[in-house]
């Protein structure tokens, strides 16, 4: 098989950066100390667990003027059916519509809520969680709820009572926070957060403050008012109505040409946005005013930083011009100096160029960003694949990526490896084309959707120990600690796979021609005791959070490196090839196996094919 050299891999890593790992970082403000030993769990709420069926959605909650049309007999969704059978109602509805099985997942509501997370804390707890990611919270129509209805409460269905949140949400003056009022899913996301600073964790909120839904009370205004809103000024208007004649003219610019999506304005731009680079330029100043409330609304509710979140997950980052963001830093920072605040730089050309993190990792925009950067190399490294990496590739893929940052900021990095927007990682993991390319059915119908195969278990499980002991802070995807599978969005978003639930079968999907097998779905232990133990070795030993990492060989499919201290070793050894290898390590003398508690002697180890070690230095 042809080996890949991608474009990641270039000379500056190889002759610049060889070898030289990254410092340790220095005491500073930014980013918060708290982050580099953040250990991430990142929560999708509407398919998280449903905690109280009472405030369930119904069919007048998932309406909007641009959504799909919500069938008259609408109805939840059950949580442990085969994700691939279609209800009687969903077949008719596709029937008449047209549209097809993908569209009316979108149209799916699960009845997750806050209550649900609240009710899984002692779960999280006991995983070893002590950072949460929750995906948006806000009020909104969709699924996804990026499609804000209003950014300053919380979704009336995650509350205890959607239909007195609406009325008394309907008293307030949407654009003077004097007259905001604290809903009741308000008050319980308030409980969550305090159910969650009692268990020593951090909690961050998503945002997209590029733009709203179509629901959102300033475009419903523009949309009525037309050139005579106070809005007007707030969006990316093409046209105006012109009420002379039979047909709406209105249109306006969405995000990524998407209607439900309206843009907010950008001002004093310099250059064009061009998707996957940085731009200079702000948002309209009314706009950016709301947003600043809304932030020191959730960061110190009612004048308490106390009470409130700890930071902000930013979606779409690079769409935001970076003037915007140094001011949204310099509030966030003046309000919670300890925030984290970490952005979504993703691609600069999909599938193969990811963005450049560097102009938004340091004092003045983001502490941190997800940092897909490492992942793709190392699914490309640990999985099998048809564009594989040699451990040499691989290391001096980290090292790029590592020393093009700001010291300080390498250990708070937000280290994912699968999300609500890619597969999942063991569905990653078990198809062996490029990282988030054709990566479901509808893309490509050969794209395996089911259960994996054991080496693919095995892969992961490698890779899992190369996460959890490198550089970096550790993120897990809801559900891939109990084993969910799953291809790219929507797949990847599942209802959970509670131990406490008995789910039907899944078949692969329902669309693949000839596949006709099932596959038992359910809650797999050993998976969960697998992450259990990998997260407890790590905040067991904080050098795998904050000591140096150094490269002790990179050969073949060989990859040993150290993290240290002035007190402690840990060497983390892989052997990726198909035959057992001797390894060396840099000092004979006493070891024990973290993995699994064994002690041992000497110098030179052999490593069995496809395992690895976590040593420590006795």
Known sequence: MKKCVLPFVIVLALVQMRCNPPAKPVSQSNPPAWSKNAIWY????ERFYNGDPSNDPKAENIRSDTSYIVPADWKLSEWTKDWYATSAQEKNWMKKSGKNFGDILQLRRYGGDLQGVIDKLDYLSDLGINAIYLNPVNDAPSLHKYD????????????????????????ETPDDPSTWKWTSADKLFLQLVAEVHKRNMHIIMDYSWNHTGTEFWAFRDLVKNQEKSRYKDWYEIISFDDPATPDNEFSYKGWANVKSLPEIKKVNVTEPCRNGYPYEGNIIEDA????????????????????????????????????????????????????????????????????????YVNEKVFDAVMFYQVYRPAKYFFSKTSVPLDAKQFRDSLLYQWNRLPESYRYGMMNVSATH??????????????????????????????????????????????QFTSVGAPHIWNGDEMGMWGADDPDCRKPLWWHEYAFQPETRTNFQKGVKSYDPVGFNREQFEFYKKLIRIRKENPVLSSGTITFIKANGKALVYRRSDDKNQIFVLFNLDSRNIPIELPENGEYMNLMDESRINGKTISLESLTAMILKKL
């Open 148 to 171: 804000a209805r209003s950014y300053h409460h919380i979704d009336v269905n995650f509350g205890p009572d959607p239909v007195g949140d609406n009325k008394l949400i309907s008293t």
């Open 42 to 45: 990142q929560i999708f709420v």
């Open 288 to 359: 950016k005013k709301h947003i600043f409330d809304v932030t020191e609304r959730w960061l110190a509710p009612d004048g308490d930083t106390s009470k409130g979140i700890d930071g902000f997950r930013l979606d779409v980052a690079d769409q935001v011009p970076m003037g915007f963001w140094r001011d949204f830093n310099r509030q966030v920072k003046s309000i919670k100096p300890e925030a984290y605040l970490v952005g979504e730089i993703w691609w600069a050309r999909w599938p193969d160029t990811m963005m450049n993190p560097v102009p």
């Open 421 to 466: 927007d890619s597969p999942r990682l063991l569905t990653c993991f078990n198809n062996e084309g490029k990282y988030k390319y054709n990566s479901k059915p509808s893309d490509d119908p050969s794209y395996k959707t089911g259960k994996p195969d054991e080496e693919t278990y095995k892969r992961v499980r490698l890779y899992l120990m190369h």
